[in-house]
C-alpha cells in the first residue's frame, strides 16, 4: 500500500506555469475579434455584440489589485460559461483541447486547464495596468 502511495505521489506532473508570449499570439488568433488586440474590449466584432466585452487589462484592479487567475481560467475553459459567448468560451471548442497544463491562482493553488488557456491566463495578467 505505501509503494502504491509513493507511485501516486511521485507521477504526479510537475506545474508548468502559462507561456505570456505564447498566450498572447492564442489571444490575437482567438479572442482579438471581440477583445481587442490590447484586450481593451475593442475588436473589430465588439459593436456586432449585445453585452460589450470588457477591458481584460482592468482585471486586476477590479479584484483590489490581485489578477483573479481561477475566475479567468473558468471563464475561458467553460467551467463558469457566460451567457454572452453563447455558452461556453471560448466558441472555438477543440481549438483549445490541447493537452493538460496548469497555472497557479491567486492563492497559489494549482488549476489544471489545457495548457494554450494558462497561456492565454499568463498573459493577461502580464498585461495588468494595476494602477
Known amino acids: 500500500m505505501r509503494v502504491l502511495a509513493f507511485l501516486m505521489l511521485t507521477a504526479t506532473p510537475v506545474l508548468a ?14 479572442c ?3 477583445h481587442g488586440a490590447d484586450a481593451q474590449g475593442e475588436g473589430p466584432m465588439s459593436g456586432l ?6 477591458d481584460l487589462t482592468a482585471l486586476a484592479q ?5 489578477f483573479p487567475v ?33 497555472i497557479k491562482s491567486e492563492t497559489g493553488q494549482p488549476i ?7 497561456d492565454v ?3 493577461l495578467e502580464a498585461i495588468q495596468d494595476r494602477e
Open 32 to 34: 482579438a475579434a471581440c
Open 49 to 54: 455584440l449585445t453585452v460589450e466585452p470588457p
Open 17 to 30: 506555469e502559462g507561456d505570456p508570449v505564447a498566450g498572447q499570439g492564442m489571444f490575437i488568433t482567438f
Open 121 to 123: 491566463a499568463a498573459w
Open 70 to 102: 481561477f475566475d479567468v481560467v473558468r471563464q475561458i475553459d467553460g467551467r463558469d460559461p457566460m451567457m454572452a459567448h453563447g455558452g461556453e468560451m471560448p466558441i472555438f471548442g477543440a481549438m483549445f483541447d490541447f493537452p493538460d497544463g496548469s
Open 112 to 118: 489544471i486547464t489545457a495548457q494554450p488557456i494558462a
Open 62 to 66: 477590479s479584484n483590489d489589485g490581485v
